[in-house]
T-cell receptor
Framework: GDSVTQMEGPVTLSEEAFLTINCTYT??????LFWYVQYPGEGLQLLLK?????DKGSNKGFEATYRKETTSFHLEKGSVQVSDSAVYFC????????????FGDGTTLTVKP | GAGVSQSPSNKVTEKGKDVELRCDPI?????LYWYRQSLGQGLEFLIY????????KSGLPSDRFSAERTGGSVSTLTIQRTQQEDSAVYLC????????????FGPGTRLTVL
């Protein structure tokens, strides 16, 4: 079955540092890939997505590229801010009527001033 | 509507009691999902509704868990005879017919079973 493995946390960085959170997946076919973010005390929010190989999703300075050859979708940001402190979830989902998404276990990021 | 809403936001119950959790999806969204997030873990799929199709119940952990969706909109997740291991945050999400792979999440209901 489908699975998502993401880098274990917690990750602690200083402000303006470079961020990478690794995510790899196992799935047949061509799922869509997502990063969700959960800020303290809030629900999950879609951060970015990519629906086919070599697509790059981007939002709020974050980027991730769908790599079919390495089955990866690593999240990157060039310069993190304190406000980026949150839990980040990598996920995959399938097309129309296919239903549920499969999520990684989440990576907690803390950015210190 | 503005977004997915869930109620209550917090629920504390005693072991053995039944609980009902409610989800109001985004207006017009045809698909609705329930997930469970245990402390420090990822999301565990529970059940999925799509339009008038039979729901995908493959993630329900036991027969104590059930869910219904009335009129293609509001959904209720019911847990009977709650156990301590049911303590978790229960998340609801919805998606539209034209973009079923993108889910919008509610704030969740934190369930604590004493």
């Amino acid at each position: 079955g489908d699975s998502v493995t993401q880098m274990e946390g917690p990750v602690t960085l200083s402000e303006e540092a470079f961020l990478t959170i690794n995510c790899t997946y196992t799935a047949t076919g061509y799922p869509s890939l997502f990063w969700y973010v959960q800020y303290p005390g809030e629900g999950l929010q879609l951060l970015l997505k990519a629906t086919k190989a070599d697509d790059k999703g981007s939002n709020k300075g974050f980027e991730a590229t769908y790599r079919k050859e390495t089955t990866s979708f690593h999240l990157e940001k060039g310069s993190v801010q304190v406000s980026d402190s949150a839990v980040y979830f990598c996920a995959l989902s399938r097309d129309t009527n296919a239903g549920k998404s499969t999520f990684g276990d989440g990576t907690t990021l803390t950015v210190k001033p | 509507g503005a977004g997915v809403s869930q109620s209550p936001s917090n629920k504390v119950t005693e072991k053995g009691k039944d609980v009902e959790l409610r989800c109001d999806p985004i207006s017009g969204h045809t698909a609705l999902y329930w997930y469970r997030q245990s402390l420090g873990q990822g999301l565990e799929f529970l059940i999925y509704f799509q339009g008038n199709s039979a729901p995908d119940k493959s993630g329900l952990p036991s027969d104590r868990f059930s869910a219904e969706r009335t009129g293609g909109s509001v959904s209720t997740l019911t847990i009977q005879r709650t156990q301590q291991e049911d303590s978790a945050v229960y998340l609801c999400a919805s998606s539209s017919r034209t973009s079923t792979d993108t889910q919008y999440f509610g704030p969740g209901t934190r369930l604590t079973v004493l």
